[in-house]
């Protein structure tokens, strides 16, 4: 198996720009977790997934984020409009079932100028 | 307060040292998680633990539930341990991260 994949590595977009970032977990994964790191604020959890449902997202920062996972295969993580302090390392992970050890994406890369 | 807190923030080590990484908690737990994030970026889920001990290879994590503590060992450091160690909790559906500890092992 490939791993947790992400899309695209590196994103650099301006400020208002709509910005997707994607993930493939690893299949037969159950729960797909998305994540951010700063190094202000370290790794936060933004939102996760079980059997494709949203379980909690109480880490999303505003209503500019939202995220979706149509089905087991994929997920998005979408920014409208972004903005400067939204530049971060986002991750997306996924496990075999809640609570299971989690395998992390390569992450990517947000910048917004 | 932040729920995690992990000790020391940097670490720097001779190569072969034995090595000691804290972590406590302040809330109940069902699951306590140890990440190795490397100076590319990438991160490695080490272990996950609820109790007792778990080793793999050079590394062992122990759990404490009563005093809600954990420490990552590694032993007979070596360069490619240089990484940052982040240590997660999981509460019910919430999950608290800590700040990472910072591990620099010198030839």
């Known amino acids: 198996d490939a791993g947790v994949i992400q899309s695209p590595r590196h994103e650099v977009t301006e400020m208002g720009q709509e910005v997707t970032l994607r993930c493939k977990p690893i299949?037969?994964?159950?729960?797909l977790f998305w994540y951010r790191q700063t190094m202000m604020r370290g790794l936060e959890l933004l939102i996760y997934f079980n059997n494709n449902v949203p379980i909690d997202d109480s880490g999303m920062p505003e209503d500019r984020f939202s995220a979706k996972m149509p089905n087991a295969s994929f997920s998005t993580l979408k920014i409208q409009p972004s903005e400067p302090r939204d530049s971060a390392v986002y991750f997306c992970?996924?496990?075999?079932?809640?609570?299971?050890?989690?395998?992390f994406g390569q992450g990517t890369r947000l910048t917004v100028v | 307060k932040n729920e995690v807190e992990q000790s020391p923030q940097n670490l720097t080590a001779q190569e072969g040292e034995f090595i000691t990484i804290n972590c406590s908690y302040s809330?109940?737990?069902?699951?306590l998680h140890w990440l190795q994030q490397h100076p590319g970026g990438g991160i490695v889920s080490l272990f996950m633990l609820s109790s007792g001990k778990k080793k793999h290879g050079r590394l062992i994590a122990t759990i404490n539930i009563q005093e809600k503590h954990s420490s990552l060992h590694i032993t007979a450091s070596h360069p490619r341990d240089s990484a940052v160690y982040i240590c997660?909790?999981?509460?019910?559906?919430?999950?608290?991260f800590g700040t990472g500890t910072s591990l620099t092992v010198i030839p």
């Open positions: 299949s037969g994964h159950n729960s």
């Open positions: 992970a996924s496990s075999l079932e809640l609570g299971a050890e989690a395998f």
């Open positions: 809330v109940g737990i069902s699951a």
């Open positions: 997660a909790v999981r509460t019910g559906n919430q999950f608290y």
